[in-house]
């Protein structure tokens, strides 16, 4: 592993600074999942307050395409949802969200409102058994992750969403899903998924 001066003591602060938020960028810009506090830590200086530095990483960035964004407690460089359309177009990708049926989709946002949740758990919410495939499919995306067993007999596994999935669906944490009163009020929950 190549060793880098993380300091910069020989710079000025204001060039400190500014070297500092370059490094913070160019490893956003190279990942293609979130990346970790710990991970960009690894390339700025003791002294650096990686909040604020993200801060005006975001403001330097308000006039391009694409912004600097919190995912669970990691950040990623993702474009404006303005130019999505125009991205997807020219080169000719899908979101991986559209990939999954209705019926995913829901069991996904019972999964995120629920969680952790047991295959029963999600039994009792659809009225039916929740097929192992189907949560393969939204494991296999990187949406759901095993969570803690559940503590009762035979231990279940419970299920949790992931930073994919909050990636996915453009949110910082799951405190940004749409308030359940306010999805019942609009017509859009309630009601079973057969």
Known sequence: MDMIDRELAELPPELRWREWMRRVEAVLFASARPV????LG??????????????D????LADRPYEVVR???SWMLRTRPAYGAV?????????REFDLSERDLAVLAAIAYHQPITRDGLREIFGHDISRELIG??????????????????????????PGFLAA???????DLPDVEALRDAGLAGGRVE
């Open 36 to 39: 970790p506090r710990a991970d």
């Open 42 to 55: 690894r390339v700025v200086g003791q002294g650096a307050a990686l909040d604020l530095l993200l801060d």
């Open 57 to 60: 990483l975001a403001a330097e």
């Open 71 to 73: 995912i669970g407690e």
């Open 87 to 95: 991205v997807r177009a020219a080169a000719d990708v899908r979101d």
């Open 137 to 162: 499919r939204l494991a296999a995306r990187e949406l759901i992750a095993p969570g803690p067993r559940a503590p009762r007999r035979g231990a279940p596994y419970t299920y949790v969403t992931t």
């Open 169 to 175: 669906f453009g949110l910082s944490d799951l405190r």
